[in-house]
């Protein structure tokens, strides 16, 4: 079921530079598990609850009549990543719907790709090997005996749809169950 279109708008904030400033100042840690590349804040809600609830119903009152009724918590974290090199794994999230907003400046390929699943697959886990495959996405996450290999094999059961750009200050929408990937992680002169 989609729920959310797929949703691109530029200029989000009003003051993307000092935002960015604010989030760059933060304490950022690694998921221990790996479950995603790079480092996260802590949740927005709990360290800045003014800012959690302007952007979280402006993100809201794009597809909701009025958040004054909505019952509803976002996962409000800044993410940062460095010295990671190549795509990122191709996955869904377990959330309703997913946002991303852009704040780096420096290198418009780092964006998304929205990919579907071929139509010879009946789940993006068909066999054993495509489960351990998956496995080595947080051994990739944590920089630790990257598995390009495994990595190429596992994507070889999507196909792609549409990628969009990065952009300063972009915010782009989309229903959690599509798959998705970073395009890119060759952030070797600036972080993504």
Not at 133 to 146: I, M, Q
Request: charged share 20%; glycine share 4%.
């Amino acid at each position: 079921m989609t729920t959310i279109p797929l949703t691109v708008l530029d200029n989000f904030f009003d003051n993307p530079d000092t935002l960015r400033d604010w989030g760059l100042s933060l304490e950022y840690k690694p998921d221990p598990d790996g479950r995603w590349p790079g480092k996260r804040s802590q949740q927005l809600d709990q360290i800045h609850p003014p800012l959690y609830n302007f952007i979280s119903k402006k993100i809201l009152s794009l597809f909701f009549d009025s958040c004054d009724n909505l019952n509803y918590h976002i996962d409000l974290v800044f993410q940062l990543i460095e010295n990671h090199q190549g795509s990122g794994w191709i996955h869904s999230d377990d959330d309703v719907f997913t946002f991303l907003i852009y704040l780096q400046k420096s290198d418009p390929n780092c964006g998304t790709t929205f990919w579907s699943l071929n139509k010879n697959q009946i789940h993006f886990f068909n066999n054993s090997q495509d489960i351990e495959n998956s496995r080595s996405r947080n051994s990739y996450h944590l920089n630790k005996s990257p598995d390009i290999k495994a990595q190429e094999d596992f994507h070889r059961n999507f196909t792609k749809e549409i990628s969009i750009p990065d952009k300063f200050n972009r915010l782009i929408a989309f229903s959690s169950e599509k798959f998705h990937s970073a395009n890119n992680f060759n952030n070797n002169a600036s972080s993504r």
